[in-house]
């Protein structure tokens, strides 16, 4: 007589139900870290694509094109800043045309807005940041923009302008005298939690400066208050780690989506990400000739 097959036990079930929950889980998290570590390699390709840009314009024009330029700016580019002035070396020559020609037709960006304010450039865009990958509207102002991952460092705060990178800077190389492996250009930090902050094609940035919008310091100061009766700024690095996109004070300060630290660009061309313990070390590598010795963290 044949005997039926045994039928699972409730124990024996739960067991196997137990242990593909926790397959399930270590499979999620392999996966979840692969796409992290392959945003964190295309982002640091992007800075890296950033600054070869920087470093050609410089050969072109023997200086590096202005952080941020003011309302008298003789370019007559008012609140632009090294974002447009790469647009040709990241093969983005009709678009540089274009925003010259929107430029020569209405000096003021913003009002009517010209059309690219809301053109996402891909090289600007960190991978791990979904919300910048296409257009998004400003909390404060109703205004629909594209945004930039990556700010350049003006040195201590828009004040000091020690960095390569602030309002109305013509800085050259040369001028690195801390040296160019030693010295920062560009550094992540993600746009403003209320997206009126991290404008790549325009931005006027606190008190008229670009601070905060195109270029930020290490260790860059809340001026107007942005964030009323808040205790932000002057940022650190980081000033509140992971507290994520929506936290107000995240745009005093650099930071980035990628565990552990942020991508920087430095005057040399090459790309370090640098741990958040190397907070004590971002003013003397902000600095463009403070003659402070500094070695990069491993």
């Known amino acids: 007589m044949r005997k039926s097959p045994r039928a699972f036990t409730l124990i024996e079930l739960l ?108 090289a600007f865009a960190c991978p791990a940041d979904s919300r910048i990958l296409s257009p998004q509207t400003s909390q404060r102002t109703n205004s629909v923009v594209a945004f930039t991952s990556y700010l350049g460092v003006s040195g201590l705060d828009a004040t000091t302008g020690n960095g390569l990178l602030f309002q109305d800077s013509t800085t050259r190389l040369a001028d690195a005298t801390d040296g160019t492996s030693n010295t920062l250009l560009l550094g992540e930090r993600p746009p403003s939690h209320d997206f009126q902050f991290g404008w790549w094609y325009a931005g006027v940035g606190q008190q008229f400066t670009g601070s905060a919008d195109l270029v930020i310091g290490v260790r860059e100061q809340n001026l107007q208050p942005i964030v009323a009766g808040s205790t932000c700024g002057p940022g650190r690095y980081p000033f509140r780690q992971a507290a994520g996109f929506n936290d107000p004070c995240g745009m005093f300060h650099f930071w980035s989506p990628h565990p552990g630290g942020a991508n920087f660009a430095l005057a040399d061309g090459s790309v370090r990400l640098l741990p958040y313990s190397a907070d004590s070390l971002m003013p003397a590598l902000a600095s463009r000739s403070g003659g402070e010795v500094v070695a990069l963290p491993d």
């Open 15 to 122: 067991v196997v139900i137990a242990i593909i929950s926790i397959l399930m889980g270590l499979l999620l998290s392999a996966v979840q870290k692969v796409r992290a570590a392959a945003a964190r390699v295309d982002c640091q390709n992007r800075v890296k694509q950033l600054a070869l840009a920087l470093h050609t314009y410089h050969d072109t024009r023997q200086t590096f094109p202005p952080g941020h330029r003011s309302l008298t700016h003789p370019d007559r580019m008012r609140y632009s800043g090294w974002t447009v002035s790469i647009l040709p070396y990241l093969e983005q020559p009709t678009l540089a045309t274009q925003t010259e020609t929107a430029y020569r037709a209405n000096p003021n960006p913003f009002n009517p807005p010209h059309p690219h304010l809301r053109t996402v450039v891909p």
